[in-house]
C-alpha cells in the first residue's frame, strides 16, 4: 500500500519556528493534510493543500510542497508552548478512493 | 454543529465481552470513517461508509469486528467477543462528501480490555 513517513520527534523552543517533514510514495495524491492532536483529544485539521499547489499560508502556518519529491512541510512560526502536541500528515487520493493514509505523526515539544 | 460525537468516552470491559462503540457524524456528512489508533501501529483505517453503504471494510482486523451504518446520523462498531489486544483509541471521522476528504473527527472512545 502507499506509504507516509514522518520523524518522531521534535523539539524546539518557544518563540523558534518548527518544521515537521513527512514524505509519501502516492504519485496520485491529491490533497495532502495536516493534523494537530492534542493529549486525549481526536485529530483536529489545521491545513490541507491541493497537490497542484507547492505552498499555502495560513496564519504561523506555511505548508510546503515538493511534488517531484513528494515531501510536504508544515512550519509552525513562533512556535508556542500551546503547539505542543502530535502532528500528522496524511494524503488522499482517487486511486484510494478518496480514504486518507495517515503518517505515524510527529510529537511535537515546545520548551519555555 | 457540535461535531462528530463518540460516545462512551471511556470503555473498560473483561476479556470475551461485546463491546459497542457509537458513532454520531456531522449532519450533512454523508462519508463516515472508523479508525483504530496506537501507539505500535498509529491510525489504521478500519472501515468506511458512503451514504451509509460499507465501501471498504479490509482494515477490520478479524470477523470479531463488525460496523453498522442504519442510517445517515448514528453508525456502530461492534467487537464480540473482544480481547485484550482490542485495547486501543477507536476514532470516527466524517467528511460532507465523498469527493471532499476534509475529514472531522470525533473525540475518540479509549477502549481497554482486561
Known amino acids: 500500500g502507499e506509504d507516509v513517513e514522518q520523524s518522531l520527534f521534535l523539539s524546539v523552543r518557544e518563540g523558534d519556528s518548527s518544521v515537521i517533514n513527512c514524505t509519501y510514495t502516492d504519485s496520485s495524491s491529491t490533497y495532502l493534510y495536516w493534523y494537530k492532536q492534542e493529549p486525549g483529544a481526536g485529530l483536529q485539521l489545521l491545513t490541507y493543500i491541493f497537490s497542484n499547489m507547492d505552498m499555502k499560508q495560513d496564519q504561523r502556518l506555511t505548508v510546503l510542497l515538493n511534488k517531484k519529491d513528494k515531501h510536504l512541510s508544515l512550519r509552525i512560526a513562533d512556535t508556542q508552548t500551546g503547539d505542543s502536541a502530535i502532528y500528522f500528515c496524511a494524503e488522499t487520493s482517487t486511486d484510494a478512493g478518496n480514504m486518507l493514509t495517515f503518517g505515524g505523526g510527529t510529537r511535537l515539544m515546545v520548551k519555555p | 454543529d457540535a461535531g462528530v460525537i463518540q460516545s462512551p468516552r471511556h470503555e473498560v470491559t473483561e476479556m470475551g465481552q461485546e463491546v459497542t462503540l457509537r458513532c454520531k457524524p456531522i449532519s450533512g456528512h454523508n462519508s463516515l470513517f472508523w479508525y483504530r489508533q496506537t501507539m505500535m501501529r498509529g491510525l489504521e483505517l478500519l472501515i468506511y461508509?458512503?451514504?451509509?453503504?460499507?465501501?471498504?471494510d479490509s482494515g477490520m482486523p478479524e470477523d470479531r469486528f463488525s460496523a453498522k451504518m442504519p442510517n445517515a446520523s448514528f453508525s456502530t462498531l461492534k467487537i464480540q467477543p473482544s480481547e485484550p489486544r482490542d485495547s486501543a483509541v477507536y476514532f470516527c471521522a466524517s467528511t460532507p462528501s465523498a469527493l471532499n476528504t476534509e475529514a472531522f473527527f470525533g473525540q475518540g472512545t479509549r477502549l481497554t480490555v482486561v
Open positions: 461508509f458512503n451514504n451509509n453503504v460499507p465501501i471498504d
